[in-house]
């Protein structure tokens, strides 16, 4: 066995660990540390990626002492290597760009405790990532829940509060649905490990079954997660949650958290029931008209909406929506299509988290429309920022948005049943989206002659200037140079099954 | 090399624009200079590289597998870039004169010449892949001309602009999906890419998408019920509204449908289909309409846009008509009209410049007033009625001959609605002209007694467009020639 | 010598546009002169062309490579060139001294001079295209003469006058594109040029294209139900533009008919259909309702309009019934309504000149005030009705007798009674004209009678039109002879 094949097992132990440490440390001390275990788990992650891009196939790590088809396994193949890459990409930009609101917005006393939460979130992700093992699974999405919703709460008042009592609300059903899918499933087949789970529900379906309990399984967990990662019209805590909480917090939420519970359902699609069983059941189709009502409403929605945060939220589930299109169309390109759109929507909507908080300080920190005039000028680099992840968000070639569009496209001209409602609200959710991100753009470029509110220059945020150069340079490769990484991510699903 | 010099012509503009308001220019002058030596290089360079001999194609990078951003020297590539690269240099020199009443002013011209590099990304693209990236970035370079008072009204109509713009592009990927799926390649391929086996017994669909891409197109050539941006954008100053608004932007729509019909899905393939009928009809309601509404408009230049959406639709009803006449047609009417209505809408502008009128009812007596003006103006009215003897003429002439060589009984009923067309552009021209030379018996003439014609920077380009209305009308041979050449893929 | 041709043409062309833009000639004696003189080298110019060059055919350049423009002396444009020189000099002379009490002189004789050239273009038009294309440019450059006063009525004549005609232009051309690709060319040629081969099948699409041509330019000549313009434009132009309106340009249309018909399409292929019949029915509502009106009609420059109207439906009805002798009936009407209604027009024009009356119940006694000029009105009034020895007598007769020999069904005598009809109407409108001038009854004051008769300027033109009219009708065999030899080749 090689020492790389320890990594994943090292990253999800040494985020855990360091939570752990930060609780102690000096509150520069624990921001160091959690930067730099960010950084060496994606380091880690990348060095996997290139060893298993070099092997070829994926393995599987046992913990502990016990052989299958007891113990507790961790599973590696490309397509968890890549996830878990870009994931701690996007939380190191997102907690970059997000440092000085954090200074400014939460009080010092509870720093620490962010730094915790945020390594308890990143060694969760990483578990639902690679993890082989269903009760694995469902314990990190607990532990997942938790840490999110003080991320939520960090910045205490009123609205955070409530938004964050309601994420728990919500998140919780979710994880009681997805708990009993798992119970039902264990005594189905008797497994936890997923290999073995896709073993027995062969057979079962094979015998002829247990149809309807097979049937409900799939349906609970796919609805639980479903409503974790805010599927239409399950996202009625999302607004709230992301447009409220402290910026890093909204992008990380909005990019990862859902991202994670997504990931986790597409594993559980191909690892567990096996992608052709839930190809014949009904669920899918439900995945794929949710996923489609939410393109129209999400953006619907976001249009209505006077406040950029809870725009960029709304937005969200719109592009949730594309998500659960793309799984809900039952065919590998349309597998590979999701798959990419959570890499492209991560790296665009954390940006644009990040760069709205920049043109709202410049605002005096309102987030209406009104006040927002002009604040490209004021704060160039977020203007710019704000430009290209709207672009992105729009599908203007050249951005990692078009990229995903002419994925799903593809992939919707492939199934004859769904091609044109697919291609027509693609179309429509395309012009919704030209609606109210172009209208934010018009409007801060719109200069105003006399603005109350102080430009901010190069000097004062150069941290915050260079995340956002980051994430630009992140969506123009992923929108120029696409075709290695949708070669990885087709090389990756076919390892899973 | 000259490979190389298809890239070189599409980034010089837009460097130089970029480059506009960095420069320390110490006197206007410096800038002018600046700009026009630039514009005027990239045009050589451009006519260049379209009079020599034709290169391989050139590939910039690639999306993912075969989508790849190509660019390539065709017949209508040449059509258009050469079209672009003949106004451009013409429309800057009047810019200057035009923008010195306007603000900020160096944004207008960053802007405006990025655009002569998009638009020529257009031109030259070599698949549909870079057509579609080429329109997407036009739409965006060209917004912040739209805006560019910043008056309420010019930024919702910019507002609109792009909504549409965008809107349509969304409707057209969906033909560039197809193009991937059912085509053997993405490249401009003269009489289409379609790969009958692939398509099997889905004709039905294929036609759907592609009266959908022809509607997503046909957003920017501003066909009914798409076409409400385009006098909206009116708001822009002249300059923009001329070059932009009546040629570049507009005529890349056109161009797109022209690429998409002819180029991508291919004429055998739609030819007497349900979806040929469907795209003719709504170009002749166009025709139509575009006309009508113009008839009633009286601000100057909306009337203008109106008459630019029936005469954008003529190209397209051209288009439709799916032979190599019809193209043909669509393409002569593409180069004269561009250069009719460039000169009308200068006019406009000139009027508007010197004296700060925009209504028509507010023209009477002018005539006298600025002789040259006025007469450049009722040249090219008379050309877009197609009087014989002028540009407008020769093109109509190719439509309507094609269409009744096509023998399509929806296409006589093409030709019926181009000559109302004529009429009512009879209408809405002549009334301006009329007006401005015969102002009245009891017309008194003491409140624009200091009116002038405006200095040679406006002049000259009005009297080259005007000689060259003439020049098309009268021997237009070697043009017509040509694109049948293009036409039946010659180039 | 073939190029002698072009002299009439664009002499008096050149020499107004020189009228319209020098400023020199704002020197009244000087425009006159100018003007005179350009009248006269014109027609010596044109007579000279018809002499040396006739029968040749010029091939001038091509507009498109499929367009050529033509120009034929043939015996039909010769009669119509001969009678515009002589109207136009007539009328041209009358202007000098009515001209006096309107302003902008300089322009009226420039779009004058214009005017005469476009119509000797037409006459000597080769081809269809040249036709068209002077077609058009009779309608912009003769609408100035409308409404040359600049009262509101008068602009809004001149545009109805614009619109009307080119509408009825773009019905022309509308033939034009299909005659175009079912025709062998588009030369006039004696017996018409459809192509056997390709019309065939497509023989009621053609007849239905005719009858849209034959419409077209009917609304020039004035047929129902495209006869608004002529009375509305007739009382607000002066008086001479009306005689040259009434006169001479309406014939552009007669002329268009004539070329349609029988150098196109050929009078073999027309007779006998449906187009043959509707287009008869429409001359004879014409002929009848044109009299009603005029009938009813007070202002006396209307009613002469309302005959024009019905006058010129003769024509058509001769050339409808496509009989040798009705042919050659309708040809000579041509030339004696020609001058018959010229000098109408100019004796119209003197009253209102020297006495500012226009309706006709205010002209009792005028012929005791100007008793020479009466006279004139008076014989050529009997030769509008019809009686001999005038002009008039000898062309309704070959039109009556034409008519009942052709032997259709029905129209052979229905037409010369409505004919009859229309001409004991002439008659009623009038004469009272003569009668109450002659004859002003009991209580006419003749203590304030004064003699007004006009100076030479005006009785000379009227006169000679007068003595011309005669002379056709006492010596009708030369014209008769000439026309006949040339109809029948036709026919």
Redesign the interface.
């Known amino acids: 066995m090689d020492f790389i094949q320890n990594f994943p097992f090292f990253s999800i132990i040494l985020s855990m660990f360091s939570g752990t440490v930060c609780s102690v440390l000096p509150r520069k001390a624990a921001r160091w540390v959690n930067t730099i275990v960010v950084s060496v788990a994606g380091i880690l992650s990348l060095i996997l990626l290139i060893y298993l891009i070099g092997t070829g196939e994926s393995y599987t790590y046992m913990m502990g002492h016990f052989p299958a088809p007891w113990g507790n396994e961790i599973r590696a193949g490309i397509l968890e290597a890549l996830m878990a890459l870009f994931f701690c990409i996007i939380m190191l930009l997102s907690m970059l760009g997000g440092r000085k609101k954090l200074d400014d917005e939460v009080v010092e006393s509870k720093h620490n405790l962010y730094y915790i939460l945020v390594n308890l979130l990143l060694s969760s992700l990483l578990a639902l990532v690679y993890t082989n093992d269903l009760f694995t699974a469902y314990v990190f999405v607990e532990i997942n829940t938790i840490a999110a919703c003080g991320l939520i709460m960090i910045r205490q008042n009123g609205r955070t509060i409530e938004a964050a009592v309601r994420y728990m609300i919500m998140s919780l059903l979710g994880s009681g649905m997805l708990l009993l899918g798992i119970c039902m499933l264990y005594d189905l087949t008797g497994h936890l490990l997923m290999s073995n789970i896709k073993e027995s529900v062969e057979l079962i379906m094979a015998e002829g079954t247990y149809h309807v309990p097979l049937l409900i399984t799939i349906a609970l967990m796919s609805v639980g997660l479903a409503i974790k990662s805010a599927l239409f019209p399950f996202h009625a805590w999302l607004p709230d949650a992301y447009g409220y909480s402290i910026v890093s917090s909204a992008a990380m939420l909005s990019s990862l958290v859902s991202k994670g519970y997504i990931f986790l359902l597409m594993k559980i699609i191909y690892r567990v029931i096996g992608f052709d069983v839930f190809d014949g059941s009904r669920i899918i189709d439900v995945l794929f008209v949710f996923g489609l009502m939410g393109m129209i409403f999400g953006s619907l929605n976001a249009i209505e909406e006077n406040d950029i945060r809870r725009m960029i939220a709304f937005s969200s589930v719109a592009q949730i929506g594309y998500i659960y299109m793309g799984i809900g169309m039952g065919t590998q390109a349309g597998m590979t299509a999701s798959v990419f759109h959570i890499l492209s929507h991560a790296a665009t909507k954390s940006l644009l988290f990040i760069a709205a908080i920049g043109l709202t300080d410049v605002s005096g920190g309102s987030r209406k429309f009104i006040d927002l005039t002009g604040a490209a000028y004021r704060n160039k680099w977020a203007g710019v920022a704000f430009m290209v992840g709207s672009?992105s968000m729009?599908?203007?070639?050249?951005f990692s948005g078009f990229?995903s569009?002419?994925?799903f496209?593809?992939a919707?001209?492939?199934n004859?049943g769904k091609?044109?409602p697919a291609?027509i609200v693609?179309?429509?959710s395309?012009?919704l989206n030209?609606?109210y991100f172009?209208?934010t753009v018009?409007r801060i470029?719109?200069?105003v002659e006399e603005s109350k509110y102080e430009s901010i220059t190069f000097k004062n945020m150069k941290l915050y200037a260079v995340t956002l150069v980051c994430f630009i340079i992140l969506n123009v490769v992923l929108g120029?140079s696409?075709?290695p990484i949708?070669d990885l991510i087709e090389q990756g699903l076919a390892m899973f099954a | 090399m000259k490979e190389i010099m298809m890239l070189v012509v599409i980034l010089l503009p837009i460097i130089t624009g970029i480059l506009v308001p960095l420069l320390p220019f110490k006197q206007r002058k410096h800038m002018e200079v600046f700009l026009e030596g630039l514009v005027v290089l990239n045009s050589l360079l451009v006519w260049w590289l379209l009079t020599g001999s034709q290169e391989e194609a050139f590939t910039l990078a690639r999306f993912t597998g075969n989508l790849t951003i190509t660019f390539k020297i065709d017949g209508m590539s040449m059509v258009f870039a050469g079209l672009v690269s003949a106004l451009w240099p013409f429309a800057t020199l009047y810019a200057f004169e035009y923008m010195t009443k306007e603000e900020h002013e160096k944004t207008f011209f960053a802007f405006y010449t990025m655009t002569y590099g998009v638009t020529l990304g257009i031109a030259l693209a070599g698949n549909m892949l870079t057509l579609y990236f080429f329109y997407e970035l036009l739409t965006l370079v060209t917004v912040p001309l739209v805006m560019h008072t910043l008056t309420r009204e010019a930024i919702l109509a910019s507002r609109k602009y792009l909504y549409y713009s965008l809107g349509g592009a969304a409707f057209a990927f969906i033909g560039l999906i197809f193009i991937i799926i059912y085509g053997n390649t993405t490249d401009f391929v003269l009489g289409g890419v379609l790969d009958l086996n692939k398509i099997g017994d889905r004709t039905n669909t294929l036609l759907l998408i592609y009266v959908m891409a022809f509607m997503g197109f046909g957003v920017k050539a501003a066909v009914c019920p798409f076409n409400s941006w385009l006098p909206d954008a009116g708001v822009a100053p002249t300059p923009v509204t001329a070059l932009l608004h009546a040629v570049a932007v507009v005529k890349s729509g056109a161009f797109a449908i022209l690429r998409l019909t002819y180029y991508s899905f291919g004429t055998d393939f739609l030819k007497g289909t349900w979806a040929q009928t469907v795209v003719m009809l709504i170009a002749m309601f166009t025709i139509v309409y575009g006309c009508s509404r113009a008839v009633k408009e009286t601000h100057i230049k909306r009337r203008l846009a109106y008459s630019t959406i029936s005469n954008l639709s003529y190209i397209v009803f051209g288009a439709t008509l799916m032979t190599p006449l019809g193209m043909m047609g669509a393409l002569s009417h593409m180069v004269f009209h561009a250069v009719m209505k460039i000169s009308s809408f200068f006019c406009a502008g000139a009027i508007m410049h010197q004296t700060d009128k925009h209504y028509v009812h507010e023209l009477d007596g002018l005539g006298y007033k600025m002789p040259w003006v006025f007469t450049v103006f009722t040249i090219s009215a008379f050309g877009l009625m197609g009087v014989p003897g002028l540009a407008g003429f020769v093109s109509k002439w190719n439509l309507a001959s094609a269409a009744v060589e096509s023998g399509n009984p929806v296409a006589y009923a093409g030709i019926v609605c181009l000559l109302i067309s004529a009429l009512l552009t009879a209408i809405y021209m002549l009334t301006i002209v009329v007006r401005a030379f015969f102002p009245g018996k009891d017309f008194d003439d003491s409140s624009i007694q200091d009116i002038k014609d405006p200095s040679w920077k406006m002049l000259v380009p009005l009297v080259i467009f005007t000689v060259f209305i003439i020049l098309f009308g009268l021997c237009s041979g070697p043009v017509v020639s040509f694109l049948k050449d293009v036409a039946n893929g010659g180039y | 010598m073939i190029y002698l041709m072009l002299l009439p043409i664009l002499f008096p062309i050149l020499m107004g546009i020189s009228l319209l833009v020098r400023k020199e000639m704002k020197n009244r004696p000087a425009l006159l002169i100018t003007t005179g003189v350009s009248l006269i080298i014109t027609a010596l110019l044109g007579l000279l062309a018809i002499i040396l060059a006739r029968g040749e055919m010029l091939l001038l350049f091509n507009l498109t490579a499929t367009l050529p423009i033509i120009f034929k002396i043939d015996n039909m444009g010769m009669v119509f060139a001969g009678m515009t020189m002589i109207v136009f000099v007539c009328a041209g002379f009358f202007s000098f001294e009515y001209m006096k009490h309107e302003q902008k002189e300089k322009r009226y004789y420039g779009y004058y001079l214009i005017v005469f050239g476009i119509l000797m273009a037409l006459c000597f038009a080769g081809n269809i295209i040249t036709f068209y294309l002077f077609f058009e440019i009779l309608t912009l450059s003769s609408m100035p003469l409308v409404l040359h006063n600049g009262s509101r009525e008068a602009v809004m004549a001149g545009l109805k006058y614009l619109f009307y005609s080119l509408c009825g232009a773009y019905m022309a051309l509308f033939g034009l594109y299909f005659l175009n690709k079912y025709g062998n060319t588009l030369s006039f040629s004696e017996g018409g040029v459809i192509n056997a081969e390709l019309a065939a099948g497509n023989i009621q699409l053609l007849l239905a294209v005719a009858f849209v041509m034959i419409l077209g330019f009917s609304v020039k000549a004035g047929m129902f139900p495209m006869h608004a313009w002529l009375p509305a434009a007739h009382p607000v132009a002066p008086a001479p533009a009306s005689a040259v309106l009434s006169a001479v340009i309406v014939k552009a249309g007669v002329l268009g008919i004539v070329r349609v018909v029988y150098y196109l399409f050929g009078a073999s292929f027309l007779r006998g259909t449906w187009v043959q019949t509707a287009w008869m029915i429409l001359t004879l509502i014409t002929v009848f309702m044109g009299s009603m009106l005029a009938y009813r009609e007070p202002v006396l420059k209307k009613r002469l309009a309302y005959s024009t109207v019905s006058q010129v439906s003769y024509i058509l009805f001769g050339l409808s019934v496509m009989d040798a002798g009705s042919v050659t009936g309708g040809v000579l009407h041509v030339i004696c309504h020609a001058f018959i209604k010229a000098a109408l027009f100019l004796c119209a024009g003197a009253i209102i000149y020297k006495t500012g009356k226009t309706r006709v119940d205010e002209l009792r006694g005028i012929g005791k005030e100007m008793p020479l000029l009466l006279w004139c009105y008076t014989i050529v009034s009997l030769g509008l009705i019809g009686i001999p020895p005038t002009g008039g007598f000898v062309s309704k007769w070959y039109l009556a007798v034409g008519a009942l020999e052709s032997g259709m069904p029905g129209f052979s005598w229905v037409g010369p009674v409505v004919l009859l009809i229309s001409a004991l109407l002439t008659a009623g409108y009038l004469l009272p004209v003569t009668i109450h001038g002659f004859f002003p009854g009991a209580d006419y004051d003749y203590q304030k009678l004064q003699k007004k008769e006009p100076n030479s300027f005006m009785t000379v033109p009227v006169l000679i039109l007068t003595v011309l009219s005669v002379l056709v009708g006492l010596f009708p065999n030369v014209l008769i002879n000439f026309i006949q030899q040339f109809v029948t080749k036709i026919v």
Do not use: D, E
Request: net charge positive; aromatic share 2%; charged share 5%.
């Open positions: 672009l729009v599908g203007v070639p050249m990229i569009k002419l994925l496209a593809q919707a001209v492939q004859h091609m044109l291609l693609l179309a429509i395309t012009i030209a609606i172009m209208k018009i470029y719109t200069p120029i696409s075709q949708v």
